[in-house]
Structure formats: C-alpha cells, structure tokens
Nanobody, 115 residues
Framework: QVQLVESGGGLVQPGGSLRLSCVAS????????MGWYRQAPGSQRELVAT???????KYGDSVKGRFTISRENAKNWVYLQMNDLKPEDTAVYYC?????????WGQGTQVTVSS
C-alpha cells in the first residue's frame, strides 16, 4: 500500500494562486503516474492533471493554461501550481499515485476560492 499526503490547500481570492504538494511513501517499487483529481460537493471526482515519469502531462480541459503539474521522481513528490483561480475551482483536491498494479489516493486537501 502506498500512502499519500497532500498539503498546501487553503482559502484564496479569485485570480490568486496556490501550490499543492503531495508525497508518496510505502510500498513503491517502480515509478508510476502521479496526479491530482478534485471533487466539489454534488459533483463527480474529476481529473485535474496527471504526470508520468517521463514528464508527459495531461490536464483537464477546465484547468489548461492555468494549472501546471510537476514531479520529483527520486522522492515521489508531485506538485500542482494553480494560477488564476476561479470560484469553480473550489473542491477537495486528491493526490493520486498509480501503477499497472493499482493506485492509491490521499485524504485530500480543501481548496476554496472566494472573495
């Protein structure tokens, strides 16, 4: 089992920025995909961004051009730089780590965008 711990969530005004961090630990035997998903009240959990060990990234349409995902492979850290935040970005953000053998989720960190 892989353990994931997120940090960096909080309250920010519209147009502001926030940086989320996540570290994976535990039974990690190979580099897998890491990413961020989010879930707002009344909504399904949706993809925010993922990044593979070779640096290939994928973003949800709603965050393209505003969010940037990055990772540090040697330490299994993943980051999400969020710029130009909007109220609709308000959600619990979950860190994800996955391999061909399965995936793991963090407990989530709350991001609230409000004036």
């Amino acid at each position: 089992q892989v353990q994931l711990v997120e940090s960096g969530g909080g309250l920010v005004q519209p147009g502001g920025s926030l940086r989320l961090s996540c570290v994976a630990s535990g039974s990690i035997f190979s580099l897998g995909v890491m990413g961020w998903y989010r879930q707002a009240p009344g909504s399904q959990r949706e993809l925010v961004a993922t990044i593979y060990s070779d640096g290939l990234t994928k973003y949800g349409d709603s965050v393209k051009g505003r969010f940037t995902i990055s990772r540090e492979n040697a330490k299994n850290w993943v980051y999400l730089q969020m710029n130009d935040l909007k109220p609709e970005d308000t959600a619990v953000y979950y860190c994800y780590y996955g391999t061909a053998q399965g995936g793991s989720w963090g407990q989530g960190t709350q991001v609230t965008v409000s004036s």
